[in-house]
């Protein structure tokens, strides 16, 4: 499915500071992770955009702010083969090279899918581990075990720096899964190279609407009751 498309004005930032364009090539989410406001936000239909309206779009963009520097908005930018093949075909072909970064799912994050991110560009790739602990892992609607995903992301911090993020606080955590999580980022330091790897963990703060938050709303804290 596509998105209707509407000329975006970029002059109202020139001379403001930014110095990254921000560009989306699809919207939307078809996984259900239970945890995730943007199947709220952008629904579970992947409307994807024309090559034609990204290229203007972004050379646009970049003559306006003056800058080479693209963020990918895409909920998951390797979702769709062909259109992620087609999307990086047209950065290369850009007369200006970018440096772009984008999101990705992990188990997405395959060789020549890495190979191809680098080669058109791209200089991060942010990815959601969300857990270590299996169980935890199947709460939060993903289909992969933790353990198994570690070669994709050593695969993809050869080719691509990569930031990896993680979460704490879900009500169905124990400790010991915490723990878990915590073995996983000391693995993946001893893995990975410093420069090549980030790692983030958020506190779960659920957004109304997320499966989470109409699963446990009657026993979560709120922050004005702390």
Same mark, same amino acid.
């Given at each position: 499915?596509?998105?209707?498309?509407?000329?975006?004005?970029?002059?109202?930032?020139?001379?403001?500071?930014?110095?990254?364009?921000?560009?989306?090539?699809?919207?939307?989410?078809?996984?259900?992770?239970?945890?995730?406001?943007?199947?709220?936000i952008h629904g579970s239909t992947v409307r994807f955009r024309g090559a034609s309206a990204?290229?203007?779009?972004?050379?646009?963009?970049?003559?306006?702010?003056?800058?080479?520097?693209?963020?990918?908005?895409?909920?998951?930018?390797?979702?769709?083969?062909?259109?992620?093949?087609?999307?990086?075909?047209?950065?290369?072909?850009?007369?200006? *090279?970018?440096?772009?970064?984008?999101?990705?799912?992990?188990?997405?994050?395959?060789?020549?899918?890495?190979?191809?991110?680098?080669?058109?560009?791209?200089?991060?790739?942010?990815?959601?581990?969300?857990?270590?602990?299996?169980?935890?892992?199947?709460?939060?609607?993903?289909?992969?075990?933790?353990?198994?995903?570690?070669?994709?992301?050593?695969?993809?911090?050869?080719h691509n720096k990569i930031t990896v993020s993680f979460m704490w606080g879900y009500p169905?955590?124990?400790?010991?899964?915490?723990?878990?999580?915590?073995?996983?980022?000391?693995?993946?330091?001893?893995?990975?190279?410093?420069?090549?790897?980030?790692?983030?963990?958020? *506190?779960?703060?659920?957004?109304?609407?997320?499966?989470?938050?109409?699963?446990?709303?009657?026993?979560?804290?709120?922050?004005?009751?702390?």
């Amino acid at each position: 499915a596509c998105y209707p498309e509407i000329e975006t004005q970029w002059n109202w930032c020139r001379y403001k500071g930014y110095g990254i364009l921000p560009i989306e090539t699809a919207r939307g989410c078809p996984y259900r992770c239970t945890h995730c406001s943007m199947r709220v936000i952008h629904g579970s239909t992947v409307r994807f955009r024309g090559a034609s309206a990204i290229e203007q779009d972004i050379v646009k963009g970049l003559s306006e702010i003056q800058t080479n520097k693209v963020s990918i908005l895409d909920d998951t930018f390797t979702f769709n083969t062909e259109h992620f093949n087609q999307v990086t075909k047209l950065f290369n072909n850009l007369e200006t *090279q970018i440096d772009y970064t984008c999101f990705s799912r992990p188990e997405s994050l395959k060789l020549d899918i890495c190979k191809t991110l680098a080669e058109s560009g791209c200089s991060r790739v942010f990815t959601g581990i969300e857990a270590a602990d299996n169980e935890c892992l199947k709460y939060l609607g993903r289909s992969y075990e933790a353990n198994k995903i570690v070669p994709y992301l050593t695969n993809a911090s050869r080719h691509n720096k990569i930031t990896v993020s993680f979460m704490w606080g879900y009500p169905f955590e124990s400790l010991r899964a915490f723990q878990k999580t915590l073995d996983l980022i000391r693995l993946l330091r001893d893995e990975i190279p410093t420069e090549n790897l980030g790692i983030r963990i958020f *506190q779960l703060k659920p957004v109304v609407g997320t499966i989470i938050f109409e699963q446990f709303k009657s026993s979560l804290i709120r922050p004005e009751s702390v």
